[in-house]
C-alpha cells in the first residue's frame, strides 16, 4: 500500500515537472506549428545555467530568475535571428531546430564538461515530509506545487488577460489576427520566449532531483512530445493531462513492467493516437 | 479614399486579377460583383496585404499612400477592417473576446464592445459562447462587430451576407446603411445583386479578373436587365 502511495507521488511529482517543461514546447508548437527539438536542450542549458548561478550566489531563486532569462534569449535569438530565414517550411524550421539542439548539446559539453550535476536546492526544502509512516521528500512535493502554480498562472494568463486572447486566436487563425491590425511575429516571439523560459525553468527544478547530465535533454524532449501528442497540439489541458498520464505511467510502468518502462508510455500513446490523431485535447486547424 | 489601379494579381503561376481598377470614396458604399472565381476575395486580399496572392503589378492608395507592400497589420492600422469570407471567427475564443482583443473592455474611444451588443443585441445574449457555437448569422454579426473594433474608416466585407436568411440579410443591410451613414467607406463584395443594390451607391462588376462594368445603383435600378449578362442573375 505504502509502495503504490509512494509510485504516486513520484508519478505526480515527475509528471509536475514534464508539465512545466511540456507547457512551453505546447505553446510554441500551438502558435508556431513547429516541433522545437531544440525544447530539450533548452532545459539542459538551462538547469546548468542555474546550477551555475546558484552555486555562485547561494541562491536557488537566482538561479531559477538566470536560468529562465538566459534560455528566453535563447529563444529570442532562435526565432528571430535563425527560425526568421526558413519561416513557412515546416520541415526546415524542424530541421533548423534539431541543429540547434546539437549546437547547445556541444555548448553544454565545452561549458560544463560531461559531468553529472544536481542544482543545489534551498535548506527549507531538503529532507522528508511525514504524512503518517510515509516520509517523503519536500522537494518533490514543491515541484508539485509548483507544477499546480504554473498551469494556474498559465491558465490565467491564456484565459483571462488580452494577450492570451491573442495568443489563442493566433493559433486559430494567425492571417485573421494580423488582418486585425496585430502583429502576430511579436506575439509569436513573445510565446517563444515564455515557452523557453519554461524549458529553462524546467531544467533547474528538475536538474535538482533528477540531475542533469549529457544526454538529460533527449530524454526530456521525448517525454515532452509524448505529452503534447497526448494532449493536443497548443492545449494547456490537454499538456496537464498528458502529463499526468506519461508521469504516472513511467513511474508504475518502471516498477511493474520494468523492463517495459517505454512501451509503457509508448504503446498506450500509439493507442490513444489510433482513435484521437490530434490528440486528447487536438482540434483540426 | 481607395484607389486601386491596374491591378494584377497570381498565385503562383496562375493569374487571377488582370488589370483591375476601382475607387473607393470617403463615406462610400461600392458593391463588387461577379461570380464565383472571377477574382473578388483575390482583389480584396491584395487590399488587406495578405501574403497570397502576390501582387505583380499596380497600385493600391489609401489616402494617397500606397499600401503595397505593408504587412497586413499595417494596413489594418491604417483604419482598413476586413470581413473576410467565411467569417473566420476564432472557435477557442468567446463572443466577448473577439470584441475585446484590440482594446481593454473598459475602453471609451470609438467603437466598444457595449456598443456592438447594442447593435446587435442577439450577441450580447451569446457573449459566452464561442466563435464556433453560434449560429450562421450570429456568425456574421460577430465578424462585422469584430472589425468595427479597429474603429476602420474602410470595411472590406467579402460576402457577408453568404448563407444568411433573407431576414438576416435585411438586418445587414440596415447595419451597413447604419454605418455608412456615421461615415465609414465600405467595400461590399457580393454575389448577391440584390442585396449588393439595396445599399450601394456605385457597383463595379468583375469578371475573369477585369473590371468589366462600372455604374452608379440608381442607374441600375433603372436598368436592371444589363447586369443579367455579367452575373446571369434574373
Redesign the interface.
Given at each position: 500500500m505504502n509502495q503504490t502511495l509512494l509510485q504516486l507521488l513520484n508519478g505526480l511529482t515527475f509528471a509536475a515537472l514534464l508539465f512545466i517543461v511540456a507547457s512551453g514546447f505546447t505553446l510554441i508548437f500551438g502558435l508556431l506549428r513547429i516541433v522545437n527539438l531544440a525544447h530539450g536542450a533548452l532545459y539542459l542549458f538551462g538547469g546548468l545555467v542555474g546550477y551555475t548561478a546558484a552555486t555562485a550566489t547561494g541562491s536557488y531563486v537566482l538561479g531559477i530568475l538566470a536560468a529562465m532569462a538566459v534560455v528566453a534569449l535563447l529563444g529570442l535569438v532562435i526565432d528571430a535571428g535563425l527560425l526568421r530565414f526558413v519561416r513557412g517550411n515546416e520541415l526546415r524550421q524542424v530541421l533548423l531546430t534539431l541543429g540547434i539542439a546539437f549546437i547547445l548539446n556541444d555548448l553544454v559539453l565545452v561549458l560544463w564538461g560531461g559531468d553529472t550535476y544536481t542544482v543545489p536546492i534551498p535548506d527549507m526544502l531538503r529532507g522528508a515530509a511525514r504524512f503518517g509512516h510515509i516520509f517523503y521528500p519536500k522537494y518533490r512535493l514543491f515541484v508539485l506545487a509548483l507544477g499546480v502554480a504554473i498551469f494556474g498562472l498559465l491558465w490565467l494568463l491564456l484565459n483571462r488577460t488580452?494577450l492570451g486572447?491573442?495568443i489563442?486566436?493566433g493559433?486559430?487563425?494567425p492571417?485573421?489576427?494580423?488582418?486585425?491590425?496585430?502583429?502576430?511575429r511579436r506575439v509569436f516571439l513573445g510565446t517563444f520566449m515564455l515557452g523557453a523560459a519554461l524549458a529553462g525553468l524546467g531544467g533547474v527544478v528538475g536538474g535538482a532531483f533528477l540531475t542533469l547530465y549529457p544526454s538529460a535533454d533527449a530524454e526530456i524532449l521525448v517525454f515532452s512530445l509524448a505529452v503534447v501528442i497526448i494532449g493536443g497540439r497548443g492545449s494547456l489541458a490537454g499538456a496537464a493531462v498528458g502529463a499526468l498520464l506519461v508521469g504516472l505511467l513511467n513511474s508504475f510502468g518502471q516498477v511493474w513492467f520494468p523492463e517495459l518502462s517505454y512501451f509503457v508510455i509508448f504503446g498506450p500513446m500509439a493507442l490513444i493516437l489510433a482513435f484521437r490523431p490530434l490528440g486528447l485535447f487536438g482540434?483540426a486547424t | 479614399m481607395l484607389e486601386i489601379r491596374d491591378l494584377h494579381c497570381s498565385y503562383g503561376d496562375a493569374q487571377v486579377v488582370h488589370g483591375a481598377s476601382l475607387t473607393v470614396g470617403d463615406r462610400e458604399v461600392v458593391a463588387l460583383l461577379g461570380r464565383n472565381g472571377m477574382g473578388k476575395t483575390t482583389l480584396v486580399r491584395s487590399i488587406m496585404g495578405l501574403t497570397s496572392p502576390q501582387v505583380r503589378a499596380g497600385t493600391i492608395t489609401w489616402m494617397g499612400d500606397a499600401l503595397l507592400g505593408l504587412k497586413a497589420h499595417e494596413i489594418a492600422g491604417r483604419k482598413i477592417a476586413l470581413v473576410p469570407q467565411g467569417r473566420r471567427l476564432f472557435p477557442s475564443l468567446t463572443v466577448t473576446e473577439h470584441l475585446t482583443m484590440l482594446k481593454p473592455i473598459r475602453t471609451k474611444t470609438g467603437w466598444t464592445a457595449d456598443r456592438i451588443f447594442g447593435l446587435f443585441p442577439r450577441l450580447a445574449e451569446r457573449r459566452m459562447n464561442r466563435g464556433n457555437q453560434l449560429s450562421g448569422g450570429e456568425r456574421g454579426m460577430l465578424a462585422v462587430g469584430r472589425a468595427l473594433m479597429l474603429d476602420p474608416e474602410l470595411i472590406l466585407m467579402d460576402e457577408p451576407s453568404e448563407g444568411l436568411a433573407p431576414i438576416m440579410v435585411q438586418h445587414l443591410e440596415g447595419i451597413i446603411a447604419q454605418l455608412k451613414a456615421e461615415g465609414l467607406g465600405i467595400l461590399l463584395v457580393e454575389q448577391n445583386l440584390y442585396s449588393a443594390l439595396a445599399v450601394a451607391d456605385r457597383v463595379y462588376v468583375l469578371e475573369t479578373g477585369k473590371i468589366v462594368y462600372e455604374a452608379q445603383a440608381e442607374a441600375i435600378a433603372k436598368t436592371p436587365d444589363i447586369l443579367t449578362r455579367f452575373l446571369g442573375v434574373h
Open positions: 488580452r486572447a491573442l489563442r486566436a493559433v486559430d487563425d492571417e485573421m489576427v494580423e488582418a486585425m491590425g496585430i502583429n502576430i482540434r | -
